[in-house]
């Protein structure tokens, strides 16, 4: 039931915000990275089962931290955050392998209708 | 009624709230006033229906603006000249056909702050907008001949010449200026020099086409724009001009008065880069002719 | 005069920077879809300064630009200043196309500047709304709009006046980079709240975070 969570963006607050909609049962392990490089880095060694990606971050944004992440396991878990919800921007990180798209700011609602359909996906054995 | 009813219904201003599908919620008096349109008819109707002119890209964008942003958009008369087709309150034959209008269009909340319809006002500008445009018909026109002034001419040349560059067409120019003009001056007196010009600048005027520009470049002096005209077609031009302007006999409080022109005419070639160099060169010319006993044309190449 | 300016702490500034980044995003993705006028807005930087030292710090941003044109507006809520969005001399040309008219426009000599003029202020009229407005929203606030203007037309940025600022607010200036890619024109947009604004924007920025506490 509790999941390892990590979670990528370049604004504290934002990271602050997101982790406190997460409800705390859900949570195993949670950690944090401010870049998409120092992101990538963390997924590496921790192995998350979900990933929140902020896109605009510095270093490294977060279509290319997407696309590695997809490269080095094609079956990640990973939501865009966002706030700029335009189709065109979705369907294209739908089509780079991103599970979902949450809108920013996020809300306790949002995030865990969210981790439901995660659930359901993956079946009864990683239900929520 | 309560007093905001009567206040909306009073103003010296046209009110109207329109809903998100565009629809008329509300048509106060002056709009009823000015449209002939009564506020029972208009209330319910898409306001696209009765003016069809508003349905523009422009219109439905900031519609959209507001209603998505709450911002307010505003629509000069400069630009637009007017939103509603209302004839002009004046009964005086008025500059323009319909009242020029300055509009703008802000958000209407519900209680929630949900942003439910609009608002549109609309104020008649048309005195402020003939005002304005006189003002600016001073600024070029010349005061004494009424055609254009210099620095109406110099800022045209600009322009028409960039223009004429870029798309490889012929452009000519006439530089001219009135032969002796002190000595009528001297001899008959300013006003008599005055008439002159005026007389001079009509005829001219009235040979040339629409397109073309004629402006007073000095005190005796004046330039004449050719677009689209090439070398000997503006000699053939000017060649009229001068005479013309010989045949004309001024009768000035019972003196007979006659003058002459000199003409110098220059073309848009590679030589003159730039607007003041082809100037020069119909000037040069002008000063050949003057040169060479005057009353003719000379064209330089 | 000391004590008059307003601490905002670090922690404000993020917050007040997320919130920044929110609305941008939002105000983008609206003027793509409701409009079609596709503008990206780049992370904003915030800063605290007395009125008196704006003007060179303007001109210090603007060092690499030559000649500018400012399009101004101010809002009144309890969120209060004025936004002032730059742009490069002749932006207002290469915007012309960015809102299509949608009927001939019959040009008289002069009427080409009226209608790059026109432009700026319209473009400046939806940006700022945008921006403005989204931030507004999140903060619990609703603003109005005064009609925009063109302060500078094209000068260069030397001119900047000394007084276009109170001297004596304290103001929070946003800058955010904006860019319209098919028309490769960018921009800066500064936002300076007034002085009596800064507390209540402290207070709401509390409140907005206190949400995820």
Known sequence: ?128 | ?301 | MESEICQVTDEEKDILQEIMNIAFGKAAADLAEAINIFVVLSVPNIQLLKGAELPDYLRDELRDFTDISIVEQNFRGKFRGSAFLVFPAGAGKELISLLDTGHEMVFESGSIDILEKETLLEVGNLLIGACVGKMAELLGDLVTYSPPKVVIENHPHEIIPNNLFNSEYTAIVMKTLFSFDERDVSGFLFLVTTHDSVVWLQNSLARFLQQYE
């Not at chain 1, 990538?40 to 605009?56: C, N, R, S």
């Open chain 2, 1 to 301: 009624m309560n007093e905001l009813s009567q206040l909306f219904n009073t103003v010296n201003i046209g009110l109207v709230v329109i809903d998100s599908d565009l629809k008329v919620r509300y048509w106060n008096r002056w709009m009823e006033f000015y449209s002939g349109i009564s506020s029972e008819r208009i209330i319910g109707v898409p306001l696209f229906k009765f003016f069809p002119s508003l349905n523009t890209p422009k219109f439905l964008r900031c519609c959209k603006s507001v209603l998505a942003f709450g911002n307010f958009s505003f629509f000069s008369q400069k630009l637009h000249h007017y939103l509603f087709p209302f004839r002009a309150d004046s009964s005086f034959v008025s500059h323009f056909e319909f009242m020029q209008q300055s509009c703008s269009m802000g958000p209407l909340r519900d209680d929630a702050t949900n942003i439910t319809s609009l608002y549109l006002t609309v104020q008649d500008v048309t005195e402020l907008a003939v005002y304005e445009h006189r003002l600016l018909e001073m600024n070029m026109r010349d005061g004494l001949t009424g055609i254009y002034n210099r620095r109406f001419l110099e800022k045209r040349l600009v322009e028409e010449f960039e223009r004429h560059v870029r798309y490889s067409r012929n452009f000519s120019v006439i530089m001219f200026d009135i032969d002796f003009f002190k000595k009528v001056n001297d001899t008959y007196g300013h006003q008599c020099g005055d008439y002159i010009l005026k007389s001079v600048s009509s005829k001219i005027a009235s040979m040339i086409r629409k397109t073309d520009i004629l402006a007073r470049y000095g005190g005796e002096e004046f330039c004449c724009l050719l677009p689209e005209t090439d070398l000997a077609s503006a000699q053939i031009l000017a060649e009229r001009f001068r005479k013309s302007i010989a045949e004309i006999i001024h009768v000035y409080q019972e003196n007979e008065v006659t003058e002459t022109i000199s003409l110098g005419v220059s073309e848009l070639s590679k030589q003159y880069p730039t607007p003041s160099s082809l100037l020069e060169r119909a000037d040069g010319a002008l000063y050949q002719a003057k040169g060479s006993g005057r009353n003719q044309v000379v064209a330089l190449p």
């Open chain 1, 1 to 128: 039931m509790a999941k390892k969570i990590l979670i990528v963006d370049d604004s504290p607050i934002s990271r602050k915000m997101l982790k406190s909609c997460i409800p705390a049962e859900c949570i195993k392990e949670i950690q944090e990275a401010g870049d998409g490089l120092a992101g990538l880095k963390v997924f590496k060694e921790f192995l998350p089962d979900i990933t929140f990606l902020d896109l605009t971050m510095p270093v490294m944004d977060g279509v290319q931290a997407l696309e590695e992440m997809k490269k080095l396991d094609p079956e990640a878990v990973i939501i865009v955050a966002t706030a700029d919800v335009q189709v065109k921007s979705i369907e294209k990180v739908m089509g780079l392998g991103a599970f979902h798209v949450l809108k920013k700011p996020p809300t306790k609602e949002s995030v865990r209708e969210i981790l439901l359909k995660v659930g359901e996906c993956r079946g009864t054995e990683h239900g929520i």
